[in-house]
C-alpha cells in the first residue's frame, strides 16, 4: 500500500507546504497532496517509500508548530471491519 495519511496538520497547511517537506526529506511522491482539515494523502512511488516516509517524518517533524503523524492510509471500508472483528 502505497497511499499515505498524514495527520495532525495545522489549518493554515498548504499543499506546497507538504511537497517542500517531502523534497527537504529527499521523499519522492506521486500526483498532488490532497488536503483536508487536519489531515492530508498522498501517493508514494511503492512501498519502500512509503515505509521510509513514515520512519523519516512520523512524530519527528513540525510544521506549523505541530508535529505531523504519517502513516498508511487505510480505506474507510477496511476500518470498518477491522473495528468489527
Known sequence: ????YIGNLGETVSPLDLESLFKESKIPFSG?????????????????????????????????????E???????RQRIRNIQN
Do not use: R
Open 1 to 4: 500500500m502505497n497511499k499515505l
Open 32 to 68: 498532488q497532496f490532497l488536503v483536508k482539515t487536519g489531515y492530508a494523502f498522498v501517493d508514494c512511488p511503492d512501498e519502500n517509500w512509503a515505509m521510509k516516509a513514515i520512519e523519516a517524518l512520523s512524530g519527528k517533524v513540525e510544521l506549523h508548530g505541530k508535529l505531523i
Open 70 to 76: 504519517v502513516e498508511h492510509s487505510v480505506p474507510k
